[in-house]
């Protein structure tokens, strides 16, 4: 299959009217708020849109993306690759006010003031909620054993510690 690039903007209600369907590429060197978040992004995105009018005369955007990233694993601090999987939903709204009016399954987008949908900065957005919140790598897969983890146990030096907050108590008092 051939590679394609992708528009960096659609007009949802006139591709939806055709039953436009997207099937291509965003290069990695346009995601540059993903990659503050990311150790470093390996590949491009590959994406994957349908756009149809639902029996409800809702215009949707519905799709799925996937990203090769790297990650510090937060456990033993080594380099791993992970891919980012996400689908969305989406019905485009004039104005915020018009989402509670949205079926729950439709996520609500605004569109910009030409009327279309900004491709690159909804994929972006739906790759930066995808994130884990602390990226390590699987238990089998890291070098830091369970052995070697501590839960719950402060070592002695720390719990002899004077309390840095009883000066507050003092306060208090007075």
């Not at 299959?1 to 436009?20: E, G, N, S, W």
């Amino acid at each position: 299959m051939q590679k394609v690039k992708l528009p960096l903007t659609i007009d949802p209600y006139k591709d939806a009217q055709r039953r436009m369907d997207y099937q291509g590429y965003i290069s990695s060197s346009l995601l540059n708020r993903l990659d503050q978040f990311v150790g470093k992004v390996l590949s491009d995105a590959q994406v994957t849109l349908s756009l149809y009018v639902d029996p409800q005369k809702l215009t949707v955007v519905k799709g799925s993306a996937t990203i090769d990233v790297e990650f510090d694993c937060q456990r033993c601090g080594n380099l791993f690759t992970q891919t980012l999987d996400c689908t969305f939903c989406f019905s485009p709204v004039s104005n915020m006010d018009q989402a509670d009016d949205l079926p729950e399954i439709y996520e609500p987008i605004e569109l910009n003031e030409f009327g279309e949908m900004n491709l690159l900065d909804v994929i972006e957005d739906e790759f930066i909620l995808a994130l884990p919140l602390v990226p390590m790598h699987e238990p089998e897969h890291c070098e830091v054993s369970t052995q070697e983890q501590v839960f719950g146990e402060l070592p002695e030096d720390l719990a002899k510690k004077p309390n840095p907050f009883a000066v507050l108590a003092n306060l208090k008092k007075n």
